[in-house]
């Protein structure tokens, strides 16, 4: 693990970011606004792991935003931008301040070649992955995935023109800490995690590999990911010794005689605290029978599972 930043370090960032963030509504000096600086990914594209086609692979265009002081503090984005590179995902890594610019260009691109649309960003960059959103919601486009990684606490809600949404962050933390939630009416997968009690930190989080590889995994997933049946938020408080496992949402399940959370937990392979914090007051032994129980899943679940049996007595 990366060591904690000091007093001195801390209070450069807070001060860079009060400077900075003004730009995120479009007030960009011509040096900052220039794409030329941001880092382009694109001319490196690796051809698609082997099973993979280039059709299939080559999907989407994924805008990735560093935090304030990115270039020292959100290096992660950049190796995030280089594992997309490796399955064929368009993307370019940028600071946050040209946000706006950025977003304007998508609008264009996206009239001219409608792809997919993927926004990821760490502190003011997911601040900015979410802004990103909302602008393309006022030009009527959807954004297929948006993912902030312990974004700012001023991170609006999630707007109405998002279908998958992730929030990964730390509520203790000063830094980031946004607890982004979806405005009312949300009707996509949206899902929660923090991890405050994990052991991460802000200026590391981002760079976790098993969360970088899983986003990729969701991005090679958005021409091909099914759900079915209703979608129902979920948020987590992952547990300190527990993998952190990104679903997307939670569905609707139905006890049968007998069940418990327990049973429920083992039938659709997941574990038992994800379906206990999200169902509390159902942490009894036995469940009313047809009584409703959300649990977690993946839009391409990681273990194909159908309706599970009756648990045996």
Request: charged fraction near 20%; aromatic fraction near 6%; charge should be negative.
């Amino acid at each position: 693990m990366e060591r904690l930043i000091n007093p001195a370090r801390l209070a450069a960032v807070l001060f860079g970011t009060l400077l900075l963030a003004p730009l995120v509504d479009g007030h960009c000096s011509p040096a900052a606004a220039d794409p030329a600086t941001a880092t382009s990914t694109d001319s490196l594209i690796s051809p698609p792991p082997p099973g993979l086609s280039t059709a299939q692979a080559r999907r989407g265009r994924a805008y990735l935003f560093r935090g304030a002081l990115g270039p020292f503090f959100s290096r992660g984005i950049d190796r995030l931008g280089e594992k997309l590179d490796e399955v064929g995902i368009t993307n370019h890594v940028y600071e946050f301040t040209i946000c706006r610019l950025i977003a304007a260009q998508a609008i264009q691109d996206y009239r001219d070649d409608p792809e997919p649309i993927i926004l990821i960003g760490h502190s003011m960059g997911g601040f900015c992955a979410v802004k990103f959103a909302e602008i393309l919601e006022g030009e009527g486009i959807r954004a297929d995935l948006v993912v902030a990684i312990d974004p700012a606490h001023v991170t609006p809600d999630v707007p109405l023109n998002v279908d998958r949404f992730i929030n990964i962050f730390l509520s203790k933390d000063v830094l980031g800490g946004g607890d982004v939630k979806p405005k009312a009416g949300f009707h996509g997968h949206y899902a929660s995690f923090d991890l405050s009690e994990h052991g991460e930190s802000h200026i590391n989080i981002e760079k976790v590999d098993t969360i970088q590889q899983q986003l990729v995994t969701k991005v090679l997933q958005l021409a091909t990911a099914k759900a079915n049946g209703d979608s129902v938020p979920i948020r987590y408080v992952v547990p300190a010794k527990a993998p952190v496992d990104l679903w997307d949402s939670g569905t609707p399940v139905f006890a049968r005689p007998g069940d418990s959370l327990q049973s429920i937990a083992t039938a659709y392979h997941v574990p038992l605290w994800s379906v206990t914090q999200v169902n509390r007051g159902a942490d009894r032994t036995a469940l009313v029978p047809g009584e409703r129980v959300i649990v977690p899943r993946h839009l391409e679940p990681l273990i194909e599972t159908s309706e599970p049996a009756p648990p045996k007595r």
